[in-house]
C-alpha cells in the first residue's frame, strides 16, 4: 500500500513571496490533515478535511495561509506572503474516517524562510 | 490549557539493552493514545496505540503502558537496535465528541549507544 505522498520535499523562499505544497493522501482515506512542525517541537494541527469539505481549521492562520481539497482526494496548502517564522516542516497525514484512529503521515516539506 | 508533556527530552541507551520513554497527559476526557517515531527527516511513523480502556498493549519488541490514575503513559522498546534511535512523540486524541484532534507532546530523542 502506497503512503501518503508530499511534494516538493524542500522549499526555501523569501518572505513576503508565497509557496504552495501538495499532499496525496493513502487511497481510500477520507480524512487529510495539515500540520505543521517547528524544530524541535511536536507537529501542530492546522486544518482538517473529511472528504472535501472542512472540519477544523480553528489554528489556520487565515489572513496567510488557505488550502483546499476540491475533489475529495489530492490537497495544497498555501501560504501568501510567507514570514520569518513559517519556517518549519509541514506535515500531511490521512485517516480512514478521522476520529478516534491512527493517522498515517507522509514525509513532509521542509520550508525555509529567509 | 491541556496538553501532553514528556519527562525527559533525550534518552541515551545501551544497544541491546531495554528502554522506557514516559509521557504525561492532562487531559481527562483522551480516549485514544498514540507512540509515534520519527526519524531525521522523514514524517511521524506508528509504533503502537493504546485505548483508555486498556492498560496495556504489546507489538513486536514495544509495550505501551497506560495509568489513567495518574494520567501517564510508557513506551518500553525491548532489545533496543540502532535502528531505534529517533525522537519518539505521545500523542492523544480526547473523546470529547467534536474535539478530537490529536495532539502531540514535544518528544524524547532516544539515542542508541552502539
Known amino acids: 500500500e502506497a503512503g501518503v505522498a508530499q511534494s516538493p520535499r524542500y522549499k526555501i523562499i523569501e518572505k513576503r513571496q508565497s509557496v504552495a505544497f501538495w499532499c496525496n493522501p493513502i487511497?481510500?482515506?477520507?480524512?487529510l490533515y495539515w500540520y505543521q512542525q517547528i524544530l524541535g517541537q511536536g507537529p501542530k494541527l492546522l486544518i482538517q478535511f473529511q472528504n472535501n469539505g472542512v472540519v477544523d481549521d480553528s489554528q489556520l492562520p487565515k489572513d496567510r495561509f488557505s488550502a483546499e481539497r476540491l475533489k475529495g482526494v489530492d490537497s495544497t496548502l498555501k501560504i501568501q506572503p510567507a514570514k520569518l517564522e513559517d519556517s518549519a516542516v509541514y506535515l500531511c497525514a490521512s485517516s480512514w474516517n478521522g476520529g478516534e484512529e491512527t493517522q498515517y503521515f507522509g514525509p513532509g516539506t521542509r520550508l525555509l524562510v529567509l | 490549557g491541556e496538553s501532553v508533556g514528556l519527562h525527559l527530552p533525550t534518552l541515551s541507551v545501551q544497544e541491546g539493552d531495554n528502554s522506557i520513554i514516559n509521557c504525561a497527559y492532562s487531559n481527562s476526557a483522551s480516549d485514544y493514545f498514540i507512540w509515534y517515531k520519527q526519524e531525521s527527516g522523514k514524517g511521524p511513523q506508528f509504533i503502537i496505540d493504546?485505548?483508555?480502556?486498556?492498560d496495556k498493549r504489546q507489538g513486536q519488541r514495544v509495550t505501551v503502558l497506560l495509568n489513567k490514575t495518574v494520567k501517564h503513559l510508557s513506551l518500553q522498546i525491548a532489545a533496543t537496535q540502532p535502528g531505534d534511535s529517533a525522537v519518539y512523540f505521545c500523542a492523544e486524541i480526547p473523546s470529547n465528541f467534536g474535539n478530537e484532534k490529536l495532539t502531540f507532546g514535544t518528544g524524547t530523542r532516544l539515542t542508541i549507544i552502539p
Open positions: 493504546i485505548r483508555s480502556n486498556m
Open positions: 487511497s481510500g482515506h477520507a480524512t
